[in-house]
T-cell receptor, first 116, second 112 residues
Framework: GAVVSQHPSRVICKSGTSVKIECRSL??????MFWYRQFPKQSLMLMAT?????????EQGVEKDKFLINHASLTLSTLTVTSAHPEDSSFYIC????????????FGPGTRLTVL | GEDVEQSFFLSVREGDSSVINCTYT??????LYWYKQEPGAGLQLLTY?????DMKQDQRLTVLLNKKDKHLSLRIADTQTGDSAIYFC????????????FGTGTKLQVIP
């Protein structure tokens, strides 16, 4: 099956700093990538959808200037949490898909962000 | 908007069958998924069903869909301790290139 990786798996940062999370599709070209966040004991909430070479589409309530998404190639998308605050601490999960081939999205293993 | 609801917790004995239920509100859902999430890990797709199907079986897993009632269930036969995890149902209108809306998750505890 298709494999999606995320890096780093865990990151701890100080309040006010920026953190970049990478999402890579390892064995297929992802025309679309999605970013989700998951609070403890809660479900996944979609943050944004990005298509390669286009600006990301953000869900209502998600600040696009705070959560910068770049999908510059068919195998890489990045999420940058700018000026991170403790309330941004969460589990961030990406998924990737090539809708011409698959009926599903393939999920990365997630990144645990802790902001002190 | 879309709403996908699940019961919060289910406890079963090893060897018994588990049935996890899910209700959804979006009648235009085309794909309905079941995912498994182990602690601190990402999501593993277990199976999915198209909205024009009533049932799908895959080894120990059986998915039942009642489209009229917008009810989806996942039955795990001969439940093992390794099945302990959180199970999410999810729906999507188009599968790969549109968003997936996740349910609230059911924590399955398997007692040895």
């Amino acid at each position: 099956g298709a494999v999606v990786s995320q890096h780093p798996s865990r990151v701890i940062c100080k309040s006010g700093t920026s953190v970049k999370i990478e999402c890579r599709s390892l064995d297929f070209q992802a025309t679309t990538m999605f970013w989700y966040r998951q609070f403890p004991k809660q479900s996944l909430m979609l943050m944004a959808t990005s298509n390669e070479g286009s600006k990301a589409t953000y869900e209502q309530g998600v600040e696009k200037d705070k959560f910068l998404i770049n999908h510059a190639s068919l195998t890489l998308s990045t999420l940058t949490v700018t000026s991170a605050h403790p309330e941004d601490s969460s589990f961030y999960i990406c998924s990737a898909s090539d809708a011409s081939i698959y009926n599903e999205q393939f999920f990365g293993p997630g990144t645990r962000l802790t902001v002190l | 908007g879309e709403d996908v609801e699940q019961s919060f917790f289910l406890s079963v004995r090893e060897g018994d069958s588990s049935v996890i239920n899910c209700t959804y509100t979006d009648s235009s859902s085309t794909y309905l998924y079941w995912y498994k999430q182990e602690p601190g890990a990402g999501l593993q797709l277990l199976t999915y069903i198209f909205s024009n199907m009533d049932m799908k079986q895959d080894q120990r897993l059986t998915v039942l869909l009642n489209k009229k009632d917008k009810h989806l269930s996942l039955r795990i036969a001969d439940t093992q301790t390794g099945d302990s995890a959180i199970y999410f149902c999810a729906e999507s209108m188009s599968g790969g290139y549109q968003k997936v809306t996740f349910g609230t998750g059911t924590k399955l505890q398997v007692i040895p």
